[in-house]
């Protein structure tokens, strides 16, 4: 009985602690070149995660799980570690170099033993059909059906609903090149989001894309474990999971 109730303890403690709400911005600039950063955060830095994309620039981006940041080893400290790991060139290693004589080339051993020498193969299976199978994506007839979109769009619908928006702000200047496209767009606009357009404004004379776009608002792990739980044993994300697993199951095995 008591190991029951501790059980049962310890799934209502972490039941409280996934319902405790996530909360998250994203920021969009409609310009040039485009940006987008965001940031979400659960439980103070329990879980806190922040990016900063700039189009033709890599990802900024910052991690902490547990309230530890995670390091990331960026691109020049690999490149410095892998520069620091080669062996310098002295005076001493070209001396011996010398007089060891130069290498021994591919053409050396022809002249000297050409029977022994093995031919080089031309490699002809490149445009074989088994390579072309090889090639193709072999996820397509799992992914590109109509059972697997429906049940993305659900679960992407459910994930939107559950966003919980608190605060949407459109502002800025946009124009499409076309008065009548231009028009069409800022009726939508206008129609949907009628109260975060106070300082949005519209170009019908010329193309400029001057446009921000900031959301914030909040989500809870509880029901987000829910909608991925729901999503996960799907049929087609099941057959997905089969496929994938007896995959893995015949590269360890053979």
Request: with cysteine.
């Amino acid at each position: 009985m008591g190991i029951l109730v501790i059980a049962v303890l310890v799934a209502l403690v972490l039941l409280i602690v996934l319902c405790l709400p996530m909360s998250y911005t994203l920021t969009v600039y409609i310009q040039s070149p485009f940006r987008c950063c965001g940031m979400i955060h659960w439980f103070d830095r329990a879980f806190y995660y922040d990016w900063d994309f700039t189009w033709g620039h890599p990802i900024k981006s910052t991690n902490y799980i547990g309230w530890k940041k995670q390091n990331k080893h960026s691109q020049s400290s690999l490149q410095e570690d892998t520069n620091s790991a080669a062996t310098p060139v002295t005076p001493e290693g070209i001396a011996a170099l010398k007089k060891d004589g130069p290498g021994v080339t591919y053409e050396d051993l022809q002249k000297e033993k050409p029977e022994q020498t093995p031919p080089v193969q031309q490699d002809t299976s490149a445009g074989s059909p088994n390579t072309e199978k090889k090639r193709q994506f072999p996820w397509r007839r799992y992914i590109l059906n109509r059972a697997f979109g429906n049940s993305l769009l659900e679960f992407l619908s459910r994930l939107l609903y559950h966003s919980h928006i608190r605060h949407l702000k459109l502002s800025g200047i946009l124009g499409l090149g076309q008065p009548h496209e231009t028009g069409i767009l800022a009726g939508i606009i206008y129609a949907l989001l009628s109260h975060s357009t106070n300082d949005l404004t519209f170009n019908f004379l010329a193309e400029e894309y001057d446009c921000t776009v900031q959301a914030t608002g909040r989500m809870y792990p509880a029901v987000l474990l829910a909608y991925t739980t729901t999503f996960a044993v799907s049929q087609p994300v099941r057959s997905i999971l089969a496929y994938w697993y007896h995959t893995k199951r015949g590269i360890h095995h053979g």
